[in-house]
């Protein structure tokens, strides 16, 4: 078998050598990001989380909550920074943007 000639088992060791190759790390592919290991954004989950609970998991009552959580992770740099409405928010976005004219005509 070609496992017992030695070039073949010197290819493999060269292959498996882990010391020769040098690793380059790449970022996470869309979609995955970095655990918060340091629970920086803990509260804003902890607050999506419960708002998940209380409305049986229907996540559209929950968005806003999904918002701020988001945020926290991009500004802390646990994922990658993207506009809040290409993640889905804009109508929140917009609202919110347009609250503070609203507030000053009244």
């Not at 209380?54 to 996540?59: M, R």
């Not at 806003?64 to 804009?90: A, I, N, V, W």
Request: hydrophobic letters at 30%.
């Amino acid at each position: 078998p070609a496992l017992r000639r030695p070039d073949v088992i010197a290819k493999m060791s060269t292959a498996m050598n882990f010391g020769g190759k040098r690793f380059s790390p790449q970022p996470p592919e869309r979609g995955s990001f970095p655990l918060d290991h340091m629970g920086e954004c803990k509260e804003f989950k902890e607050i999506f989380m419960s708002c998940l609970k209380e409305s049986k998991f229907d996540s559209s009552l929950c968005r806003e909550h999904s918002m701020d959580y988001l945020k926290c992770r991009m500004d802390r740099q646990l994922m990658t920074k993207e506009p809040l409405q290409k993640l889905g928010f804009k109508d929140l976005v917009d609202d919110k943007s347009a609250e503070p004219h609203q507030q000053t005509d009244t």
